[in-house]
């Protein structure tokens, strides 16, 4: 009963870490959309957006699922301490959205051209797609990282990583503004902030929350 009542204190506390985490994320990107909307022309507010959106669609095939699936296996391996199976998942599930990502990107910068004048019919979108598509790219990988936390349990790294992502992207936007880098500013912020928030929670996730991750074997064969 007692190990009852803590997993529920547990869960309420994690949702409403979630929730509060998840509000404050949602207000920074309205912020930031403000802001670009505020600062960049029409033509280029509404290039980058579409440029976005065009990205977006293209990133509901960039993982597949295999992210998510982090957060059924994790727990699961955790609890037959088969931590070298979570190594494993890890690895493999980074592999195969780096491959997929990979044929993305090779998709993108062979038509960024085409796409540019007949898709968006502005010349201008052709850097903006190149760009935009390596910050697809490098975040896939922080979401990897992102639904290892939930996996671990670990659900204030798992809801802080957007707030520091809006936190990261609205400081780049204004220092673009301010250096007058026009539909370049957003590019180049939302490009940094995955590598930026990579390199970081990448680390925690490594050191603090899975710290026998460098001395775990890579097991080649999973269960099934």
């Given amino acids: 009963m007692k190990e009852m009542t803590n997993y529920t204190k547990y869960a309420i506390k994690g949702v409403i870490t979630v929730l509060i985490l998840s509000l404050l994320a949602a207000f920074l990107g309205y912020l930031v959309r403000l802001v670009l909307a505020r600062n960049l022309t029409v033509e ?33 391996f955790r609890h037959e301490k088969k931590e070298d199976f979570i190594k494993t998942s890890m690895i493999y599930v980074s592999a195969i959205i780096l491959i997929t990502n990979l044929i993305i990107i090779a998709f993108v910068y062979l038509l960024s051209n085409y796409l540019s004048l007949t898709f968006f019919h502005s010349p201008k979108a052709s ?33 802080v990583i957007d707030v520091i992502r809006m936190t990261l992207i609205l400081i ?19 490009t940094l902030t995955p590598l930026i928030l990579l390199l970081v929670f990448g680390w925690i996730l490594v050191r603090k929350v899975f710290p026998n991750f460098i001395k775990l074997k890579f097991v080649f064969d999973l269960p099934c």
């Fill in 44 to 76: 280029d507010f509404g290039l980058f957006n579409s440029v976005f959106a065009f990205l977006g669609l293209l990133g509901t095939f960039d993982t597949l699922g295999f992210d998510k699936a982090l957060i059924k296996f994790i727990p699961e």
């Fill in 127 to 159: 850097i903006i797609l190149k760009i935009m598509a390596l910050a697809f790219f490098i975040d896939s990988l922080v979401m990897v990282v992102k639904f290892a936390f939930q996996g671990f349990k670990e659900m204030f790294y798992y809801s």
């Fill in 172 to 190: 780049v936007v204004f220092i673009g503004i301010k250096l007058n880098y026009g539909l370049l500013g957003p590019a180049i912020a939302y």
